[in-house]
């Protein structure tokens, strides 16, 4: 077997250049623990490998104007965890990052990474989707800025063209008022996969009234979801008296397991309503959010 | 683009305080690179997918999965391995005392990586609590101790002392106990 080239551009540009020549036959790797799991499974032989390691600036965490926070794809989990500003602007994002396996991987890791690689029994997509998280990506076209929730296509596959990468993470400010939780269920170890992983988001006016909802699900489909039908019924709601039979309801008919070694589908369905059902009746029992 | 790294390629990096220009293909991996490469047969490889943490190095003082890591992407930077944490002199440093003196090992084939893990914690967290051990060390996989030993090792390492916390005295300190391991009496003499 022939070791792939290995180049270390210097710039995002360069990088774009590179992939643009070697098309399918490069492949991007950031902390690159993902991807030398999928090596050494064979799941990708690529004859080149762009390593982004050596282009700086693009790991900074930072207030963008409006509150929100920037996120630059190559700063590591470890980093976005322990990050003064990201605990204070939006610690549930702090808090399911900080749950991905240990913090040797965290190390190393990266949240680009971690989104483009699409594995949907990760952590982070989950709670990002519940925070109407945007991806800046930027290739030989130019740059754009998408929903994360189109972001996904299938199992370990992106909207990411072969010269396309993932520069940068965008969270809108959180409405102080909002109720946000992750919960991440695991039968094993602590350090595994989620059986399943549900993150959710209430926006809740002084009275109690639901103004809207996130339902955001991980390990229960091909692609990290958010569960709309469930999101609907949360909306105007309240949160003294969420409908949560009936939320329970349209995330099992929504999610789409597959049997594993963490559950067979029915159980995952099962569990799916059951773990959405208990971060609900979590949110609603916090104490009374400042107006 | 001429590919360039298919024939092996010189990487500077630095091992144990140690300038080295390796020359190996740069997706050979650290674990590979440090046994086969360098002699540096300290750190052991277990699961080979990131899980057991008996590969734990460190990387410019951060604590890393040496069979998870390209060696192409450690061009520069500084690699710490269980030897460099022991002594020149063979001295084992204060960490590795607490834990010959409390029994945080058995076999031994985990010992590096806890070792190299908890010393990764105490620069971080020099007086961790007990959670904060567990919750560290949980990446550091041990299939003999029960991880009594090594969490008491941790701690003692820290500066806390038996009384303080849910540890026992030092193995040198315990009366003689025909019975050998029984825990239930560690739990009463704990938390009573």
Known sequence: VTAPA?????????????????????SVVAGATAHTLL??????????????????????????????????ALATLRAVETSPIVRERAPMLAHAVGRVATVRIRNQATLGGNLAHADPAQDPPVILLALDAQVDVA??????????????????????????????????PVPATSLVGYEKFLPRTADDYATVSVAARLDVEPDGAVRDARVALGSVASVPMRAAEAEALLRGSSRRDLPIDA??????????????VRGSAAYKREMAGLWTARLLRRLAAAPPVAA | VTPRAEAPSAVRLEVNGQARELTVTPDRLLIDVLRDELGLTGTKEGCSIGVCGLCSVLVDGTLMTACLLPVGKLEGHA?????????????????????????????????????????????????????QVRDWMTGNLCRCTGYYGIVEAVLAASGATPGELDMRPPLDERPLDPGGHDRSAHADAGHA
Do not use: M
């Not at chain 1, 180049?7 to 992939?19: F, K, M, N, T, W």
């Not at chain 1, 130019?142 to 965008?170: C, H, N």
């Not at chain 1, 939320?247 to 594993?260: F, I, K, N, R, S």
């Open chain 1, 6 to 26: 290995w180049h270390r551009p210097a710039s995002v540009d360069e990088a774009i250049a590179l992939l643009s020549e070697l098309g399918e036959d490069g």
């Open chain 1, 39 to 72: 090596r050494k499974q064979g799941l990708v032989s690529p004859s080149a490998i762009v390593d982004l390691g050596a282009i700086d600036g693009l790991d900074g965490i930072v207030l963008t104007p409006d509150g929100g926070l920037a996120i630059g």
């Open chain 1, 139 to 172: 290739g030989p076209d130019g740059r754009r800025r998408l929903p994360l929730e189109d972001f996904f296509v299938d199992v370990f596959e992106t909207v990411l063209g072969p010269a396309e990468l993932l520069t940068s993470i965008v969270v809108p």
């Open chain 1, 247 to 260: 939320v329970v309801e349209a995330v099992t008919a929504a999610v789409d397991p597959v049997d594993d």
């Open chain 2, 79 to 131: 690699v710490t391995t269980i030897e460099g944490i022991t002594g020149p002199d063979g001295a084992l440093s204060p960490l590795q005392a607490a834990f010959v003196r409390h029994g945080g090992l058995q076999c031994g084939i985990c010992t590096p990586g806890q070792v190299v893990a908890a010393t990764a914690l105490l620069a971080e967290v020099p007086q961790p609590d007990e959670s």
